[in-house]
């Protein structure tokens, strides 16, 4: 079993700490995990909602 987790989005550390901390972390800072979710599925979603916003963030100071 792993005792540490490293989440990355766009290869910028988004989360490192326990597993167990995760989600809890995630839902301090806003980011809710919806009812029926597992933490997995809630992570990965999380990731990759990130992920886009950071690209659309990157494409409106470029001017693009």
């Not at 919806?34 to 990130?50: E, G, K, M």
Request: proline share 3%; hydrophobic share 50%; aromatic share 12%.
């Amino acid at each position: 079993m792993f005792d540490r987790l490293h989440l990355l989005s766009d290869g910028q550390t988004i989360f490192f700490g326990q597993t167990g901390d995760a989600v809890k972390y995630f839902e301090e800072i806003g980011w809710k995990c919806p009812p029926l979710w597992n933490a997995a599925d809630f992570l990965l979603d999380l990731i990759a909602t990130v992920s886009l916003l950071i690209g659309r963030v990157a494409i409106n100071m470029l001017g693009l």
